[in-house]
């Protein structure tokens, strides 16, 4: 497990070969000193024990999916470790060394792993690309894949958010660019239903404390060229918004520690429900996602 340093003048990383993880992102708050926003780990080599699976990539299907799944009108039964295949299992990206392909110190790091066929029952071998760019006060992640048989694929990245390093969530401030979001079953999986936020805990479209709401939850992001994606520390005074090209998010946000995951992707279970954005790839595609974080201060 290897740690590599990107840093610009104005926010600095850390990220891992392991589950190529973004260890640390260090931002400054309004007396001009770095905040680690990240709910990372003090040590590298407790990664491989962590069940929270801080700061991974998680791939090839992020988020829950029901047995068994429809490829092509052949059936797959896919890895089972939570009920449902959670995050891909014990073969989930977030658990494998990536290969190093570029680093620039100043600027970013990119990281490639090859998914063999078979893996967590999927068909495909699949080869995954990942970019963390640091391009002035943003953090941009940038995803691409390519199969030789049909598959899916529905990456994300799974860093817990605190901005004011290890003080309560629940003082700050959240907003979602979202209308809807989907109805779970009783193992978190959607239901296929999508529900209207109006009247209910999931209306962030205007700014609103989080206080002691926990959510694990996949909203249906607006389409927009705005920030899908909003939180506001009061006591940092550091505010930062997510952009994506993904159709959904899951604001996740453990009772175990104070920390908030902004999990940019497609739905969960999209194989199973046909009027969910596809997940499919085919051999000669390329999937591509696309996903940023801007700081910057509110006084």
Same mark, same amino acid.
């Given at each position: 497990?290897?740690?590599?340093?990107?840093?610009?003048?104005?926010?600095?990383?850390?990220?891992?070969?392991?589950?190529? $993880?973004?260890?640390?992102?260090?931002?400054?708050?309004?007396?001009?000193?770095?905040?680690?926003?990240?709910?990372?780990?003090?040590?590298?080599?407790?990664?491989?024990?962590?069940?929270?699976?801080?700061?991974? $990539?998680?791939?090839?299907?992020?988020?829950?999916?029901?047995?068994?799944?429809?490829?092509?009108?052949?059936?797959?039964? $896919?890895?089972?470790?939570?009920?449902?295949?959670?995050?891909?299992?014990?073969?989930?990206?977030?658990?494998?060394?990536?290969?190093?392909?570029?680093?620039?110190?100043?600027?970013?790091?990119?990281?490639?792993?090859?998914?063999?066929?078979?893996?967590?029952?999927?068909?495909?071998?699949?080869?995954?690309?990942?970019?963390?760019?640091?391009?002035?006060?943003?953090?941009?992640?940038?995803?691409?894949?390519?199969?030789?048989?049909?598959?899916?694929?529905?990456?994300?990245?799974?860093?817990?958010?605190?901005?004011?390093?290890?003080?309560?969530?629940?003082?700050?401030?959240?907003?979602?660019?979202?209308?809807?979001?989907?109805?779970?079953?009783?193992?978190?999986?959607?239901?296929?239903?999508?529900? /209207?936020?109006?009247?209910?805990?999931?209306?962030?479209?205007?700014?609103?404390?989080?206080?002691? /709401?926990?959510?694990?939850?996949?909203?249906?992001?607006?389409?927009?060229?705005?920030?899908?994606?909003?939180?506001?520390?009061?006591?940092?005074?550091?505010?930062?918004?997510?952009?994506?090209?993904?159709?959904?998010?899951?604001?996740?946000?453990?009772?175990?520690?104070?920390?908030?995951?902004?999990?940019?992707?497609?739905?969960?279970?999209?194989?199973?429900?046909?009027?969910?954005?596809?997940?499919?790839?085919?051999?000669?595609?390329?999937?591509?996602?696309?996903?940023?974080?801007?700081?910057?201060?509110?006084?």
């Amino acid at each position: 497990m290897n740690q590599f340093l990107v840093s610009n003048n104005l926010i600095k990383a850390k990220f891992l070969s392991y589950g190529a $993880i973004l260890h640390e992102l260090w931002v400054k708050n309004y007396k001009n000193k770095y905040v680690n926003v990240i709910k990372g780990l003090k040590k590298k080599e407790e990664y491989l024990n962590d069940i929270w699976s801080r700061g991974a $990539i998680m791939g090839r299907y992020a988020g829950r999916l029901e047995n068994p799944i429809l490829i092509e009108d052949k059936k797959y039964e $896919i890895e089972n470790n939570d009920g449902v295949l959670l995050h891909s299992g014990l073969s989930g990206w977030n658990k494998k060394n990536w290969k190093l392909i570029n680093y620039n110190k100043d600027k970013s790091i990119s990281f490639e792993y090859l998914c063999k066929d078979g893996s967590s029952g999927f068909p495909g071998n699949v080869v995954v690309k990942i970019k963390y760019a640091l391009i002035e006060n943003e953090l941009q992640i940038s995803y691409l894949a390519e199969t030789d048989n049909t598959t899916h694929i529905n990456l994300t990245n799974h860093s817990y958010f605190n901005l004011n390093g290890n003080n309560p969530i629940n003082s700050n401030f959240l907003k979602i660019n979202a209308d809807y979001y989907l109805e779970l079953k009783n193992n978190l999986v959607p239901s296929g239903k999508i529900l /209207n936020v109006s009247e209910t805990k999931f209306d962030f479209r205007n700014f609103k404390v989080i206080g002691t /709401n926990r959510f694990d939850d996949c909203f249906v992001l607006n389409k927009t060229k705005e920030a899908v994606a909003s939180i506001y520390d009061p006591n940092s005074k550091i505010n930062m918004e997510v952009y994506t090209n993904q159709p959904g998010i899951v604001i996740f946000t453990p009772l175990n520690f104070d920390g908030i995951c902004f999990e940019t992707q497609k739905f969960s279970n999209s194989p199973n429900i046909s009027h969910f954005p596809k997940t499919v790839l085919k051999t000669g595609e390329v999937y591509e996602q696309k996903t940023k974080f801007r700081f910057s201060l509110i006084e």
